[in-house]
């Protein structure tokens, strides 16, 4: 398989990734070649590449910047922006967590509408399991916040 097969198969797969988790397969694509570009990218660059309009890019570019995982920079007398990807997975596990606790909030609100027995249980076993997936994310950042970047690692 060539490089360029991999390169495309990566961002193809990141894509994916990124959709399964509610952001646009372009969006995700996108974030893909970020992670694997040298240098900051253009949007006509990043568009050429991918086979995607311009305008597509600047739609997925706003979202992963919007998510924090990508920064723009302004180019200084000109209209042209540079993209990179930044190591912001942190904020898109924070976003995923906090909509784990806005369920959580609305499973224990229907707590009171259930008396002992199965569905009793069920709910509870919910709540735990979604509970236990947001402490273990924070034990996660808080342990990623502590230590610091290895070789290569991008900016934050």
């Given at each position: ?103 959580i ?9 259930v ?9 509870h ?26 070789p ?5």
């Amino acid at each position: 398989m060539t490089s360029a097969t991999r390169r495309r198969a990566f961002v193809t797969s990141v894509g994916d990734l990124l959709a399964s988790w509610n952001l646009p397969h372009v969006t995700g694509r996108v974030y893909g070649l970020l992670l694997v570009t040298e240098e900051p990218a253009s949007l006509d660059a990043i568009a050429a590449e991918l086979e995607l309009s311009k305008g597509a890019v600047s739609t997925a570019v706003r979202q992963l910047n919007a998510w924090g995982l990508a920064r723009v920079m302004p180019q200084p007398g000109s209209r042209r922006l540079l993209i990179e990807a930044t190591a912001g997975i942190e904020a898109l596990l924070e976003a995923s967590h906090a909509r784990a606790r806005s369920l959580i909030a609305a499973l224990r609100d229907g707590e009171g509408l259930v008396g002992p027995g199965p569905a009793q249980d069920r709910l509870h076993d919910v709540i735990t399991l979604f509970t236990s997936y947001v402490g273990v994310g924070d034990q996660m950042l808080g342990m990623s916040r502590r230590q610091p970047p290895g070789p290569g690692a991008g900016s934050r």
